[in-house]
């Protein structure tokens, strides 16, 4: 038999048995409905006027974005990696670290999204910190690496053409920021 | 029926029509294992995506308002362990309200730490957290349900109001619908959009299949078949019929890009969303059946043979009753 007890209601359905829990969960309805659809209006003058409706929301960390892989996916295939010079002329290269694509995929994709935002020029506040912390990390016995170069690398992959050809470039590099040990 | 009438039947079947609570504890199982493979897979990399000492120095947090300030990888390390207490408590449906809100605020507060690392994965899965906390997830199959009514509070559901379950369903129907309605793109309209995708290399998770990414006809069918579910997902999944079948193709969409593509926990956590869109008065009779089933099984072992009943009453032999049930 299925269980049941008069009291085996829990707190929410109760809600609704008095005026003022019914207005509590149209409340609730009302604001949560707005937070979550009004932040993915197209951009517009009515949106502008409404933003900061739901700052409170993204402030508590009820955010909305869902444009992925959008208008279009991007082109390019994207990697950062780090040339490390010493002072005895001895160079070493830096890569994000590389897991397997089982159970490994779920720590990747955080330093591919370390990547992909990162290499970005509106984010050049964020490359002194990230060279001085490979620098500390090819620190060996005291000795600081003379030079921190971080290096955009990408892949450009053109639309697939419409006899099936795949146009993909080779690797493209840019050094895009160098931090010098001040000695 | 007057138009008033009607309005307060749509009304009372939408927010306050009591249903078997099914979906909502489902949603809430896959939730809390996907907070847990959240945090156990953070763990690894805290010091060096997290800590003190960081790729990311704590003074470059994000600015956002973070509930906790969590600096040190001694802080993270807390926090994560407090995250896998909470899924766990979440999963087998620990008094669930409290730890989605304890869960939904840890996750802000270490995402928050390093918002360079976080995809929309990420983001989704502390918004469902914190939008089941506004429904009755531990109404069924949970440990505060067995501890009220015994083993029989797991073969069936308690009856709530679907009003908070609303909210949840309206942010999954949102994610598809905009994820649809961004794809305005060329490649996207000319049906290649999929072959860009996958040769995305920092995006691979098992390497570049041919068929995949060079066939025009298989391309085609993916990226345009992806934008027909996207679009289906965003604004047919109210429309019961279809549910089921919608369901399904959620399912498959997320698996399949999940094997294929470095998506995190996005498909997971939209899998249990879709949870909530289940019918769950069939899974209640279908529990129903199961436990009468079950129940008969036993009245039936327990039964003594129809040729020994009407034999007269003699000592029972536990070895032989037993042998008889085998």
Redesign the interface.
């Given at each position: 038999?299925?269980?049941?007890?008069s009291d085996?209601?829990?707190?929410?359905?109760r809600?609704?048995d008095s005026r003022i829990g019914r207005v509590v969960?149209g409340l609730?309805?009302g604001v949560?409905?707005f937070w979550?659809?009004a932040p993915?209006l197209p951009a517009s003058a009515v949106r502008d006027e409404i933003a900061g409706w739901w700052g409170p929301a993204?402030?508590?960390?009820?955010?909305?974005?869902?444009?992925?892989?959008?208008?279009?996916?991007?082109?390019?295939?994207?990697?950062v990696r780090a040339r490390i010079d010493f002072a005895d002329g001895r160079i070493e290269f830096w890569d994000v670290?590389e897991f397997d694509?089982g159970?490994g995929?779920?720590?990747?994709?955080?330093?591919?999204?370390?990547?992909?935002?990162?290499r970005l020029d509106n984010?050049e506040?964020?490359w002194p910190?990230?060279a001085a912390?490979l620098a500390?990390r090819y620190t060996r016995d005291g000795v600081v690496p003379l030079r921190v170069t971080l290096i955009r690398r990408w892949?450009e992959?053109a639309?697939?053409t419409?006899?099936?050809?795949?146009i993909?470039s080779g690797w493209n590099e840019f050094e895009f920021y160098v931090w010098e040990h001040d000695r | 029926m007057s138009a008033r009438d009607e309005f307060d039947r749509a009304r009372r079947r939408l927010?306050?029509d009591?249903r078997p609570?099914w979906p909502l504890a489902l949603a809430r199982v896959i939730i809390g294992v996907t907070v847990l493979?959240?945090a156990t897979?953070?763990w690894?990399?805290v010091t060096?995506?997290l800590g003190d000492?960081?790729?990311?120095?704590p003074e470059?947090a994000s600015d956002?308002?973070r509930?906790i300030d969590l600096d040190t990888g001694t802080e993270i390390r807390a926090a994560l362990a407090a995250l896998v207490v909470a899924s766990f408590a979440i999963i087998v449906g620990w008094k669930p309200t409290i730890w989605l809100l304890v869960a939904?605020?840890l996750?802000?507060a270490v995402?928050?730490r390093?918002h360079?690392?976080?995809?929309?994965?990420d983001?989704v899965l502390?918004?469902f957290t914190?939008?089941l906390a506004?429904?009755?997830t531990?109404?069924a199959l949970s440990l505060d349900r067995y501890r009220?009514?015994?083993r029989?509070?797991l073969?069936?559901a308690?009856?709530?109001?679907p009003?908070?379950m609303?909210?949840v369903q309206?942010?999954v129907m949102?994610?598809y619908f905009?994820?649809f309605w961004?794809?305005?793109?060329?490649?996207?309209r000319?049906g290649?959009?999929v072959?860009?995708?996958l040769?995305?290399?920092?995006?691979q998770?098992?390497g570049e299949l041919d068929v995949l990414?060079?066939?025009?006809w298989v391309?085609a069918a993916l990226t345009w078949g992806t934008l027909l579910v996207e679009l289906m997902l965003g604004t047919l999944l109210w429309y019961k019929p279809l549910r089921p079948l919608l369901i399904v193709l959620g399912v498959l969409l997320h698996v399949s890009i999940d094997g294929l593509v470095?998506?995190?926990?996005f498909g997971l956590t939209m899998i249990g969303g879709l949870m909530t869109f289940l019918d769950g008065e069939a899974i209640?009779r279908s529990?129903?059946e199961r436990?009468a089933r079950q129940e008969d099984g036993s009245a039936v072992d327990e039964a003594p043979p129809a040729d020994e009943s009407e034999e007269p009453a003699t000592p029972a032999d536990p070895a032989t009753a037993s042998a008889g049930a085998g």
């Open positions: 038999m299925a269980a049941t007890r085996d209601v829990d707190l929410y359905t809600l609704l969960a609730i309805i949560g409905a979550i659809l993915n993204e402030d508590i960390g009820l955010v909305q974005d869902w444009a992925v892989f959008s208008p279009n996916p991007r082109n390019d295939s994207i990697d670290p694509p159970v995929a779920y720590r990747q994709y955080r330093w591919h999204k370390w990547q992909e935002r990162i984010r506040f964020y910190s990230t912390w500390d892949i992959h639309p697939l419409a006899d099936g050809r795949i993909d | 927010f306050t009591r609570a493979l959240w897979t953070m690894f990399d060096d995506l000492d960081a790729l990311l120095p470059l956002r308002f509930w939904f605020v996750l802000v995402q928050r390093n360079l690392i976080l995809n929309s994965g983001i502390r918004d914190l939008l506004f429904t009755p531990g109404a009220r009514l015994g029989d509070g073969y069936s308690g009856r709530v109001a009003w908070g609303r909210l309206l942010q949102v994610v905009f994820a961004s794809k305005g793109g060329d490649e996207w000319e290649i959009a072959s860009t995708a040769r995305l290399q920092d995006l998770r098992i990414v060079a066939n025009i391309v470095l998506v995190g926990f209640e529990m129903s436990r």
